[in-house]
Nanobody, 115 residues
Framework: QVQLVESGGGLVQAGGSLRLSCVAS????????MSWYRQVPGDQRELVAA???????NYADSVKGRFTISRVNAKNTIYLQMNNLKPEDTAVYYC?????????WGQGTQVTVSS
């Protein structure tokens, strides 16, 4: 198992920006696909963005053109730059690494976008 710690969430007005960070306890960021998910109470957790070992990125249709996932291997950190935020982006955002039987998850960071 690996420890993941997210930060950077907060309250922002629609149209604003936030940058989320996820620090991993081990040197895994460049070795596996790292992902950001989000969850609204009562809904399933959904994939927002992912970056593979080779640097290929993938985004949910709802965030394409607004969100950017990146990583800094030397810092064992991945980021999610979120621009032009919308109220429907309000959720708890989680970092994920495919390690362990059910994957490794952080504790989440709350993002709230006001209209």
């Amino acid at each position: 198992q690996v420890q993941l710690v997210e930060s950077g969430g907060g309250l922002v007005q629609a149209g604003g920006s936030l940058r989320l960070s996820c620090v991993a306890s081990g040197s895994i960021v460049g070795a596996v696909t790292m992902s950001w998910y989000r969850q609204v109470p009562g809904d399933q957790r959904e994939l927002v963005a992912a970056v593979t070992r080779s640097g290929v990125t993938n985004y949910a249709d709802s965030v394409k053109g607004r969100f950017t996932i990146s990583r800094v291997n030397a810092k064992n950190t991945i980021y999610l730059q979120m621009n032009n935020l919308k109220p429907e982006d309000t959720a708890v955002y989680y970092c994920n690494a495919p390690i362990g039987a059910t994957g490794s998850w952080g504790q989440g960071t709350q993002v709230t976008v006001s209209s």
